[in-house]
């Protein structure tokens, strides 16, 4: 429920208008608004509220008040309390938290603003400023009661168009600050803040000449209606423009930088330079975490750079091109496989041919290159890579290069089933390394690897909790992708609780699965969505879906459930015959669990003896929830179906 009164009074429920009967009505809601919460009594409404109370003036209060509660709790039952507009002693008062009122939630953004530097408070400001639909409490004008809310609330309202117009300038775009600014000055010509930050705004813009036409407006405005001369900040703001004075200038706005710092490069480093191609990678790098299609031309540039940095000849420096994208991988799955062999290849040439003398740092990115960018694969090179990146990582002084091994290790940490307390401490060990020395994405990674450890584990509170850090961090640094991991997270939270219904769960996946659209991830999206589909259907005690086609990479593993599941066990046998082991991602228990299913359905004991080979190290975990996306139950009530199997 939202109520507004900044503007004529209304009210909203999941966005939808509640009618709120009269001008009666609206009155008796405004007037507990500006009571914010306080118990207003029954005389003083009455009062307020009338001008000649008559005997029947309680009455009525009470028939508006009914009719009110009756709008804004439609679902109450009979006789229940109201929860919204309370009875409370010997009068009313509104309940309800100060973000679903706008003048509560205006005034406390305002309030906030001047803790906030200029990045925060200008969007604060801009917000709180856009809940006016109005003059405050229009519904009661004329009434004496909500005049000194009224005034209280023009007063924050003109200081938040000031505040704004400072964080603007602070900000350096001051011309966007203008308009607001002159409409302000225009409306309300006494306040000399006003003027004085136009006049600024307009002198940053390069309208020195309407800046000083400002402050002489300013002074014959003040002079006209008050009779009085400006005050020394507004004079003082003449005299240095006058003089050009270079305090004047301010800050440079974020977008003026990067044009400033890219043209200067262009002047100063020669087109073909190998520095070019450093400074590339570092670009990228910052590209690669801003979402979707930042990721996409990152990975695609990064395959350019590597191939451009090898043709130069200077093992060296294309050993630095290669090693330099620390990006953190966080899906075991890589997005582009030729792509990633081809890095991979390049990485391993490079260090056949690096010197003796060569950095140890810069062979260990190397190593770590190949360990990230090999996962999912079974090859034993990428395990060895992981290894030897992080012995020399650790004998370094170096916190980055450290935390980008140890993305290495974690990526090869799935080469067997139970590995998830691993995964766990190498993902408490990024953290603590990540929030020691700054490293933001890392400190997002290692919350998420241990978001995915503690959910194989069982241990969901805990996952939670490093969701939340995740998401703290993604918000405050711009990492917009995390969002799309939370998403699943949420979803497979929802399918682990035995009491949510099938529905919420199901809508759960299907905000998870929308997520992904977009989100430049193909070796996370791929399958996924079918998979979580299957998913839901085990754990409503449905077939596997007959009809699903889209399985992408997961196919050899679902492919004998969905066959035996649609009474097809001889095919479904023929596939378990084939079914070759998972890659080793952290979806490996579920396909092993995939693979037990089939093999109860089928009764093949041959498929069944290697599925609990495999399972069986992972006896205590929950299956694919190690992936922070799905579920197929535990692990042990999967090793009981394979011993009925081999018992039979």
Excluded: K
Excluded at 281 to 298: H, K, Q
Excluded at 319 to 331: F, I, L, N, Q, T
Excluded at 440 to 453: K, N
């Amino acid at each position: 429920m939202e109520v507004g009164v900044l503007g004529p009074v209304v009210a909203a429920r999941d966005g939808a208008p509640v009618p709120l009967g009269g001008p009666r009505h609206r009155e008796v809601l405004a007037r507990l608004v500006a009571a914010r919460g306080r118990v207003v009594g029954v005389r003083r409404l009455v009062d307020d509220l009338w001008d000649e109370p008559a005997d029947g003036s309680v009455a009525a209060l009470r028939t508006f008040v009914a009719a009110l509660r009756r709008a804004l709790e439609p679902d109450r039952p009979p006789r229940a309390p109201a929860r919204l507009l309370v009875t409370d002693g010997p009068g009313y008062a509104l309940r309800l938290p100060p973000s679903a009122v706008d003048a509560w939630r205006f005034a406390d953004e305002v309030a906030a603003a001047p803790d906030d530097p200029p990045a925060a408070a200008a969007p604060r400001l801009e917000g709180a400023l856009a809940l006016w639909r109005g003059p405050a409490y229009a519904d009661a004008a004329e009434r004496p009661w909500a005049a000194p809310e009224r005034a209280r609330l023009t007063a924050l309202r003109l200081d938040a168009v000031e505040r704004l117009g400072g964080a603007r300038l602070a900000l350096g775009l001051a011309a966007r600050a203008v308009p607001d600014l002159e409409a302000h000055a225009a409306a309300h010509p006494w306040r000399e803040e006003g003027w004085r930050l136009l006049a600024l705004a307009l002198y940053r813009s390069g309208r020195q000449g309407d800046a000083l036409s400002a402050v002489r407006r300013a002074r014959a405005v003040l002079a006209d209606q008050l009779g009085v001369d400006p005050g020394p900040a507004l004079r003082r703001l003449e005299d240095d423009l006058l003089a050009h004075a270079p305090h004047l200038d301010g800050p440079v706005a974020a977008d003026q930088v990067w044009e400033r710092a890219a043209a200067a490069y262009e002047r100063v480093v020669a087109p073909g330079a190998p520095a070019r191609l450093e400074s590339t990678v570092g670009l990228l790098r910052g590209l690669a975490v801003t979402g979707g299609a930042g990721l996409v031309a990152a990975r695609e540039h990064r395959v350019e750079a590597v191939l451009a940095a090898e043709a130069l000849g200077d093992p060296e420096l294309a050993a630095r091109v290669v090693g330099a994208y620390d990006v953190p991988a966080v899906w075991t799955r890589t997005d582009d496989p030729a792509g990633a062999a081809q890095v991979v290849a390049a990485a391993e040439r490079l260090l056949a041919a690096l010197p003796d003398s060569a950095s140890p740092a810069v062979r260990a990115r190397l190593l770590a290159t190949v360990a990230v960018e090999s996962r999912g694969t079974a090859s034993a090179r990428g395990p060895q890579a992981a290894a030897q990146a992080e012995a020399l990582a650790r004998g370094l002084d170096d916190p980055a290069l450290l935390a980008f091994a140890l993305d290495g290790v974690w990526m090869q940490s799935c080469t067997r089933a139970g590995l998830a307390p691993v995964r766990d401490a190498v993902g408490a060990e990024v953290v603590a390394l990540a929030a020691r020395h700054g490293l933001v994405s890392y400190e997002v990674l290692g919350h998420l690897v241990r978001l995915q450890a503690r959910s194989a584990l069982g241990d969901l509170d805990g996952a939670g909790g490093h969701a939340a850090a995740a998401a703290r961090l993604a918000s405050a640094h711009g990492r917009p992708l995390v969002d799309v991991f939370l998403a699943w997270w949420d979803a497979l939270r929802r399918s682990l609780d035995p009491s949510a219904p099938a529905g919420e769960v199901e809508r759960a996946y299907a905000g998870a699965v929308a997520r992904l659209d977009g989100s430049g991830m193909p070796g996370l999206a791929a399958g996924l969505p079918a998979l979580a589909r299957l998913a839901l259907a085990l754990r409503e005690g449905r077939p596997a879906p007959a009809d699903e086609r889209a399985w992408g990479p997961y196919e050899p593993w679902a492919l004998p459930l969905v066959l035996a599941g649609a009474g097809d066990g001889a095919a479904a046998r023929r596939a378990l015959e084939r079914v070759p082991d998972p890659p080793p991602d952290l979806l490996l228990e579920a396909m092993w669990c995939l693979v037990a299913r089939a093999s109860a359905a089928c009764g093949s004991r041959a498929a069944a003896r290697r599925a609990r080979a495999a399972l069986t190290p992972a006896a205590g975990e929950l299956a694919g929830a190690g992936s922070g996306l799905v579920s197929l139950g535990t692990v042990a009530e999967h090793l009981a179906l394979l011993d009925r199997v081999l018992q039979d």
